[in-house]
């Protein structure tokens, strides 16, 4: 696996498929099966929005998502440091010593404006 494919991956998971899970759950789950109290106040709160407010919603929830990925994509390139900057992370996969991380927030970054 080189860095593009790991973006093309991370993206299609975090972003795509994980944006699916919150569209069905706000769109097709029935608010009186909801137990736990925090998905019941997030489905009321949807379910009170216009229909125009509620795609903003998850436009809105999307942004997070890229946004939180591209933070952790820049801790692992060293471009945000944690509690000590000295610390460098090696990013590879199992088998391969090819290093994958340096330009992936970049990467994901540039790829999530040319794919949204």
Do not use: C
């Not at 379910?47 to 125009?52: D, F, K, S």
């Not at 591209?70 to 090819?98: C, F, H, M, W, Y």
Request: glycine share 4%; no cysteine.
């Amino acid at each position: 696996m080189n860095d593009e494919e790991f973006i093309k991956d991370i993206y299609q998971l975090i972003v795509r498929d994980n944006l699916e899970i919150y569209r069905n759950i706000f769109t097709k789950t029935d608010i009186m099966t909801i137990t736990d109290p925090y998905w019941k106040r997030a489905m009321q709160l949807f379910e009170e929005l216009p229909e125009e407010n509620k795609e903003i919603l998850l436009n809105i929830i999307e942004q997070v998502q890229v946004d939180t990925t591209s933070t952790l994509l820049g801790i692992l390139d060293g471009v945000i440091s944690l509690r000590d900057p000295e610390i460098e992370l090696k990013l590879t996969t199992k088998g391969q010593e090819a290093v994958l991380n340096g330009d992936l927030q970049d990467k994901f970054l540039e790829f999530d404006e040319e794919n949204r």
